[in-house]
């Protein structure tokens, strides 16, 4: 049994009733997100999957080897470094999201009006 200011935990049917209907919405909502952050990371870090083989495709057809073998080197440096600081920027946002809601959250609890204490005699 638990206890807090001085009320069971069955008093608190609305909190409870609350906190299910809160479930109900956001375990598909996150679910549904789960899939599409694999997608989206898959995608930025599978890039390579396109860029070596078109780079094998135009590489076969060039007449100046050296200066395109460097070219696609700096490429393939360059996509690296972009899919790494996009991963960052999306990660900071995503975080920066989190940070917002819990100071809004935060601020709406310490808005409420203060609840009367009962005087219980013993």
């Known amino acids: 049994m638990v206890k807090a200011f001085r009320q069971k935990s069955f008093s608190f049917k609305r909190l409870h009733y609350s906190i299910k209907n ?3 919405t956001v375990i598909p909502y996150s679910l549904s997100q789960e899939l599409m952050t694999a997608a989206f990371t898959a995608a930025l870090n599978g890039i390579y999957l396109f860029i070596i083989p078109m780079g094998i495709w135009i590489g076969s057809s060039t007449t100046d080897y050296q200066s395109f073998v460097a070219s696609f080197i700096f490429y393939l440096i360059f996509v690296s ?4 600081i996009l ?3 999306l990660y900071a946002f995503v975080n ?7 100071v809004e959250h935060t601020d709406q609890v310490l808005a409420e ?10």
């Open 22 to 24: 809160y479930t109900k």
């Open 81 to 84: 470094v972009v899919a790494s």
């Open 87 to 89: 991963m960052k920027v």
């Open 96 to 102: 920066a999201m989190q940070v917002g809601n819990a």
């Open 113 to 122: 009006p203060e609840i009367p204490e009962r005087s219980t005699e013993l």
